[in-house]
């Protein structure tokens, strides 16, 4: 059975598809909002197939749109698209999310919020962060990894969308500061996904390789000086030795960002180890390290966009 009202999923990536098949396969009523026109046709003709090491499923009945003036009696709206696309999920929502509606970000990195709340108010925007992860293999194909939960603050304006997550078989924690666990994600994010986009590697072979794991402390050596400065007390107090534990559990995985480089697409390290270097000039800590990482990164890929 399909609930009245819909549930807005903004994008069509990985992430996207992996929040839209589970809550449409737990009966909720699902539009899709992007213009990724391959990815849009393609979940509007064969659905989104979700591949786990337990499953195939194949997930049909989901509506696809480009034009946010095709949205009605909006009021949950999920912002999983990249981080450079947040300004125009803004406008958007500002289109098709009436007054008594609520966005929830679960994208990487830090300010997304801030971008939402300008466009559409504080009181329809808040942020969570998800640990949950997704591949996507061609549009509208996706490799899900199942473990994984959703950490949202206290809210009650989330009751709504916190209780349909949860009958989609999501895990919900609930963090009293969600800063603390954005900075946390933040950290680990900014010395992975760099570092296995710049070397083509899986996260395990940057535990394997002395330099790369010499490099990696150095990133989350200067995100947490940036970090503590901020007032922000992070959720571990060996910063490091968390990265390691996320990179053995993931050893195989590689990060969406290793996806984008390959493509030569857009990736989101602007608003990861770009966030760093941002806050840390706000706060007068010195970042060179991801200064540095982040400018290998963009000189490689704009090399590859050469080569072309």
């Known amino acids: 059975m399909t609930s009245e009202k819909p549930f807005l999923v903004l994008g069509c990536g990985a992430m996207a598809c992996l929040f839209a098949a589970r809550l449409r396969a737990a009966g909720m009523s699902v539009i899709m909002l992007d213009t990724w ?18 499953q195939k499923l194949n997930v049909k009945g989901i509506e696809t749109i480009s034009n946010p003036e095709n949205c009605h009696d909006i009021h949950l709206a999920l912002v999983l698209l990249k981080s450079w696309q947040t300004d125009w999920a803004a406008q958007q929502l500002k289109i098709c999310l009436p007054a008594s509606g609520i966005a929830l970000t ?43 939960e959703v950490i949202l603050p206290q809210d009650q304006r989330l009751e709504e969308l916190t209780t349909a997550l949860q009958k989609a078989g999501f895990t919900i ?3 009293p500061d969600i800063r603390v666990l954005q900075w946390g994600k933040l950290i ?24 790369a794991s010499e490099l990696m402390k150095m990133i989350v050596q200067e995100a947490a ?29 590689y990060p969406s960002m290793y996806q984008d480089f390959r493509r030569g697409a857009i ?19 010195p970042t060179p390290v991801n200064q540095t990482v982040l400018l290998m990164f963009k000189a490689l890929l704009e090399a590859k966009k050469q080569e072309k």
């Open 37 to 54: 026109d391959e990815g849009l046709q393609a979940i509007r003709r064969n659905g989104i197939t979700m591949i786990t090491d337990k």
């Open 106 to 148: 679960l994208q990487n990195g830090l300010g997304n919020d801030e971008i939402l709340a300008a466009s559409i108010g504080q009181k329809r925007t808040c942020a969570g962060v998800t640990t949950l992860g997704a591949t996507l293999l061609e549009p509208g194909v996706i490799r899900a990894h199942e473990r994984g």
């Open 173 to 175: 924690q609930f963090e």
């Open 188 to 211: 680990i994010n900014a010395a992975v996904n760099p570092l296995t986009a710049i070397m083509q590697i899986p996260n395990g072979q940057l535990l394997t390789n002395s330099f």
């Open 225 to 253: 000086n940036v970090a503590r400065a901020a007032k922000i007390t992070l959720p571990h107090a060996d910063p490091f030795a968390n990265v390691e534990r996320v990179i053995r559990a993931t050893a195989g995985n």
């Open 267 to 285: 990736s989101e390290i602007d608003s990861i180890n770009g966030a760093v270097i941002r806050y840390g000039t706000q706060y007068g800590v």
